[in-house]
């Protein structure tokens, strides 16, 4: 069990970092989601259950679906900027 604790939190400093350094909105997105996810598991690990549902379903699913309605919005608006910009 200790073991799978040691990969869960290398995966969180590394969700972390990659996080940082990506240049792409929605992998940044998916990234979250994952860390969220993980971070989920730690809870659950930990005997904490309210706190794994919690970040399960605010974490990596209500925030990263406004996220990505989000990322959609802001493209639509850059897409409709440029067509009315060529004509």
């Known amino acids: 069990m200790e073991v799978l604790r040691i990969i869960l939190l290398l995966f969180l400093i590394i969700c972390a970092i990659s996080v940082s350094f990506s240049k792409r909105l929605l992998v940044s997105v998916v990234?979250?989601?994952a860390f969220s996810?993980?971070?989920?598991i730690i809870?659950?690990?930990l005997e904490s259950p309210d706190?794994?549902?919690t970040e399960a379903a605010v974490g990596a699913g209500v925030t990263s679906i406004l996220f990505f309605v989000t990322l959609k919005k802001?493209?639509?608006v850059r897409t409709e900027t440029s067509a009315s910009d060529i004509k």
Not at 37 to 40: E, I, N, S
């Open 31 to 33: 990234i979250y989601m």
């Open 43 to 45: 809870w659950l690990i």
């Open 37 to 40: 996810l993980v971070m989920a």
């Open 74 to 76: 802001i493209r639509s």
């Open 51 to 53: 706190l794994a549902i």
